[in-house]
């Protein structure tokens, strides 16, 4: 009876991203790729690896990232899928044992028997435990899946290992970051500020996590979560830092779009009530210790009842909206524009004079003026009617300030509305001192 032959054993790393061929159907063959369904009972020894790729992108992950882990005497064999003959010719004049397209069993089968006769079993044996190379080959594997950058540098703070996320991150190949220092990849005014953390993080031992902006190869900006830790060697001391950047992104663009919503009113995107009397305590207490001018106007949108009950909620809101846009258009940054309620408005101009104050509200008047409402029950000009008083540093509150304002508001709506009120040459209204 003939002897019948053990069949080889065989790694297999399937680096393709269209995967349009099965794996080949060999005996004994063990894939070291991340497997959750699967199992991988590795034995003593590896007669070669097998690469699965599907072009010039696949190939060229396992030059930079992969091949530098096997022995330089280890045969691997690249498997097409689809087979190009270019690339295969390429492959065959380096350091591959063979090439053949993904579905040709029978060739992949002529292929492990070569190198079976090729090699003595004990060289191979000696040279690769095969646990070790599917090991180290299933864990870079691994952690490349992850969209989390993943770095590693040793006590010289050198990079020497990082995944494909990390590349992305990066703009590099593996084999461009492996073996250089952050000087060597980033730019020196980050490069001294990453230097300094990780002298600091070595000598403290132990993990860091901190949030920070950081802008990626392709040049989006992203907030991120670093988590880096110190690892040891075998004496206890500082060894190397391994760390993670968490894309914290959309949290953070969430969490901005939630503090907006809560300091401004839904409806205009002004400011709300609240968020106007902690800026304008704000501003109360830099007249008290400063001195110098501050000014309030209330504004009410003229006759906006009418318009609700003529032309309908929907416009009346569109008024609102349009009233907000022109004042926004007229105010500085340091100008504080809030709704108070319904159609009242409360503007809060920072070393702005009465006699200032005056002029912005007129501006903003006629602007107003300037906004037509139209639909299908009407239309109707937009105006407002405004109050100017001086705030005092001796007012315990802007409620005092604010009462002077509404006074002359009054007065506005008196006289017929469409005005601001108290006119220059009426002179202003007293503050709480005068």
């Given amino acids: 009876m003939p002897e019948v032959l053990q069949p080889p054993r065989l790694l297999l790393l399937d680096l393709r991203k269209s995967k349009r061929s099965p794996l080949p159907a060999v005996a004994g063959l063990v894939v070291v790729n991340p497997n959750p369904g699967g199992e991988c009972t590795e034995a003593t020894t590896a007669l070669a690896v ?6 010039e992108a696949a190939y060229a992950d396992w030059i930079q990232r992969f091949h530098p882990m096997c022995p330089s005497n280890f045969p691997h064999v690249v498997l097409l899928d689809p087979y190009d003959p270019e690339l295969a010719r390429r492959i065959v004049r380096s350091d591959a044992a063979d090439c053949c397209a993904m579905d040709d069993l029978e060739r992949i089968e002529l292929i492990a028997a070569r190198l079976e006769r090729q090699r003595p079993l004990t060289a191979c044996r000696d040279a690769l435990p095969s646990s ?3 090991h180290l080959l299933r864990l870079q594997a691994t952690v490349d899946t992850l969209p989390i950058p993943i770095f590693i ?3 010289d703070r050198r990079y020497i290992a990082c995944n494909k996320a990390f590349e992305d991150f990066i703009g590099l190949a593996a084999a461009d970051i492996v073996g250089k220092t952050v000087f060597d990849i980033a730019p020196d005014e980050m490069a001294r500020v990453y230097e300094k953390s990780d002298i600091d993080h070595l000598a403290s031992g132990g993990t860091q996590t901190y949030e920070t902006r950081v802008r990626y190869a392709d040049g989006s900006v992203r907030d991120v979560i670093f988590h880096k830790a110190v690892f040891l060697d075998a004496t206890g001391n500082p060894d190397g830092i391994v760390g993670a950047m968490l894309d914290i992104s959309e949290r953070k663009a969430l969490e901005r779009r939630l503090e907006v919503l809560a300091a401004t009113d839904f ?3 002004a400011y709300n009530l609240r968020t106007f009397y902690g800026l304008a305590q704000h501003e109360l207490s830099r007249l008290n210790r400063n001195g110098g001018e501050l000014a309030l106007i209330v ?6 009842k009418d318009i609700n009950d003529s032309l309908g909620h929907a416009t009346g809101d569109e008024a609102l909206r349009q009233f907000v846009a022109v004042v926004k258009q007229n105010l500085r940054d340091q100008d504080i524009f809030a709704r108070a309620g319904g159609d009242e408005f409360r503007l809060l101009l920072p070393d702005t004079s009465t006699e200032g104050a005056h ?6 008047r006629k602007a107003v003026n300037q906004v037509v409402l139209n639909n299908p029950r009407g239309l109707v000009r937009l105006s407002i009617s405004c109050g100017i008083a001086a705030c005092d540093a001796s007012d315990e509150s802007l409620d005092q300030a604010t009462l002077r304002a509404d006074d002359a508001l009054y007065q506005a709506k008196a006289a017929g509305r469409n005005c601001v009120y108290p006119l220059p040459e009426q002179g202003w209204f007293p503050t709480s001192s005068s």
């Fill in 299 to 304: 504004i009410d949108l003229d006759h906006f």
């Fill in 50 to 55: 097998l690469v699965a790729i599907d072009g």
């Fill in 267 to 269: 409806l205009t995107g």
């Fill in 132 to 134: 070790r190379l599917a």
């Fill in 359 to 364: 002029l912005v509200a007129e501006r903003i």
């Fill in 153 to 155: 540098k040793d006590r």
